[in-house]
């Protein structure tokens, strides 16, 4: 088992920057990969980047690419993901994930954060 907890959501302004942390525990995430999704009201859960947690290769969805960047610091067991350039169409509620797979499918992602709110005012 895995557990995620995200952190670091808000209320900022259109143009704005915003990191979130995911916090993993439990069983280790070597041979995985940690994946943020977001999901807005009415809408679909979306990927947004992953991160191969043994050497750090990554993974961005459209949406977020060139305005975004997921990092992982090993030693803390915690994933991040900088938004830069952040727009109203931005705001959902984020959440991270772990999976044994390369992919961007959240219905591959096994474990589950609870979530954390970006809302972004224009």
């Known amino acids: 088992q895995v557990q995620l907890v995200e952190s670091g959501g808000g209320l900022v302004q259109a143009g704005g920057s915003l990191r979130l942390s995911c916090a993993a525990s439990?069983?280790?995430?070597?041979?995985?990969?940690v994946g943020w999704f977001r999901q807005a009201p009415g809408k679909e859960r979306e990927f947004v980047a992953a991160?191969?947690?043994?050497?750090?290769?990554?993974l961005y969805g459209d949406s977020v690419k060139g305005r975004s960047t997921i990092s992982r610091d090993t030693a803390k067991n915690t994933v991040y993901l900088q938004m830069d350039s952040l727009k109203p169409e931005d705001t959902a509620v984020y959440y991270c994930?772990?999976?044994?797979?390369?992919?961007?499918?959240?219905?591959?992602?096994?474990?589950w954060g609870q979530g954390t709110q970006v809302t972004v005012s224009s």
């Open positions: 991160i191969r947690w043994t050497y750090g290769d990554t």
């Open positions: 994930a772990a999976t044994a797979l390369w992919t961007a499918s959240a219905s591959q992602y096994a474990y």
């Open positions: 439990g069983r280790t995430l070597r041979s995985s990969y």
